[in-house]
């Protein structure tokens, strides 16, 4: 069962199509679960980071595991499992993959963060329940008429979130809006037009 496994993971690599990939059912699963919002996880957002070949926390979501753990934005994931593989050796999406799992299991890792990276922090953390927070707000620092919305990934729950970040931030007196959509993946093609056709007044989004 393994070595189909790799056989099909490598029949995908040789396509040379890079947003091509090959899940089992159980990592098919908790991408479904994640695309409906209702992630098992610790619950955090991640980027590959090119300059380190690690991968990077983007975001850590409100009553997470990983916040209660102390997590951190900007954290660099080294190693990943209780033999402390290399994020380097096994590659991005390998190195995510072993960080995924369902709620009850412990996801154990190691990431430096500080000045030049020199504060090392090893965490084990039990995986639970997480409504993804994909929508993040604010009103800018430097002019209270402009409104920020960053989007992080797009799942079912996103446009809910989107339309209420709206919402508050033009109740708070904005008059102009900013859409920080950096270093995000993608995700579920309904929620992008569902979004697109809230901003929208006329006129298709999308052909197919």
Known sequence: ?????????????????????????????????????EMQGIGVNVIYNT????????????????????????????????????VVELGYNMAVNKMQGKAGTTAVFTVVRGKDYSETVEFAIVRGYVTEVTVMSHICETDSTVGIIKITGFDRRTPEQFKAAVTELCSAGAQSLVFDVRYNPGGDLDSITEILDF???EGPIIRM
Request: glycine share 12%; no cysteine; net charge negative.
């Open 199 to 201: 901003l929208l007044p």
């Open 1 to 37: 069962e393994k070595i189909n496994e790799y056989i099909l993971r490598g029949y995908v690599a040789g396509t040379g199509d890079k947003y091509g990939a090959y899940f089992t059912p159980e990592e098919y699963e908790l991408l479904t679960a994640d695309n409906n919002g």
């Open 51 to 86: 300059e380190y070949g690690l991968i990077e926390v983007l975001s850590v979501m409100p009553d997470s595991p990983a916040l209660e753990a102390g997590v951190q934005p900007g954290d660099l994931i080294t190693y990943v499992g209780e033999e402390k593989e290399s």
